[in-house]
């Protein structure tokens, strides 16, 4: 028992320094007002009465959601064939296409999202093959399609491995002794394969979801300065209005907001009715 606690106070002094004190640091500022003096520093809820009673930040809040909404729904859609169709494929076969979908995360996120501002531009690519045929131009840049695009392009992977994993994991007799029951594919697929995989599906929605929801370098590159999400506003608040209090009070409600979802989706993952356990 000596051994293992001393293997793991590393870790718990690394969870300790780099999260525990950070979010006591960021409650604290959530908390007070700006006070250049420890002495005259008072509590306060009124950042958050701030937040909450703007509307333009609760339509910036509401912006955010709806993009992390669309681009999670976009990702299931996308990813939920791509990783059933590499999941029923030969072992050498599947080494692969994983390789192949996860090479582009090797490259840093900030490249990656370059690449599609010269992509999506009015001279980019896409409006020069456009061009090509006769077509266009077509602004894409600085819209929300350049953004949904983005976030999906650097999240689907997060989702296509998370449901991939699970249907490799699945037990290929239940499916099995629902062909031996009479069941065709597609009962098979949803009542066998669906409903085992949504363990998957729940995992790679909050790997989506939480990232997409608080992204701030991708919207502020794609969809350009007018465009702005909740993480534009807090990093903005941090980095050049300097009101770390309002901006920790942001980052502390978005963090609630995060863990709901969070509690929401293990939630469905824990009901055994989502599991296809249920009668």
């Known amino acids: 028992m000596r051994q293992f606690r001393n293997m793991a106070m590393p870790y718990i002094v690394w969870m300790v320094v780099m999260i525990v004190l950070p979010m006591l640091l960021i409650m604290l500022y959530a908390f007070t007002d700006q006070g250049n003096d420890v002495a005259t520093i008072r509590f306060t809820l009124e950042n958050f009465t701030r ?32 990783a059933y169709v590499i999941a029923n494929r030969s072992e050498k076969s599947k080494m692969f296409w994983i390789l192949l979908i996860t090479l582009p995360t090797w490259i840093n996120m900030l490249v990656r999202t370059y690449a599609w501002m010269g992509i999506l531009q009015d ?124 901006g920790s009070a942001i980052s502390l409600a978005m963090a609630v907001i995060i863990m709901i979802s969070m509690y929401i989706t293990k939630k469905v993952d824990n009901d055994p009715t989502a599991n296809g356990k249920g009668e």
Not at 52 to 71: C, G
Not at 237 to 243: H, I, K, M, Y
């Open 51 to 82: 937040f909450f009673s703007d509307k333009v930040f609760m339509s910036v809040l509401k912006r955010s959601l709806y993009i992390a909404v669309v681009t999670t729904v976009i990702c299931i859609f996308l990813g939920y064939p791509i």
């Open 123 to 246: 001279e980019g690519i896409i409006n020069w093959l456009l061009g090509f045929l006769g077509i266009g131009p077509i602004t894409m840049i600085h819209t929300t399609f350049a953004v949904v695009l983005g976030m999906v392009y650097n999240f689907v992977p997060f989702m296509i491995l998370q449901i991939y994993t699970a249907l490799t994991k699945m037990d290929k007799s239940f499916l099995e002794a629902a062909s031996d029951l009479g069941a065709n594919k597609v009962q098979s697929f949803l009542r066998v394969t669906l409903p085992l995989s949504l363990p998957g599906v729940i995992s790679g929605i909050t790997l989506v979801f939480l990232p997409a929801v608080s992204s701030f370098f991708i919207p502020k590159l794609l969809g350009g300065g007018q465009y702005v999400l909740i993480g534009n506003v807090i990093e903005t608040e941090f980095l050049t209005s300097g009101d770390w209090n309002f």
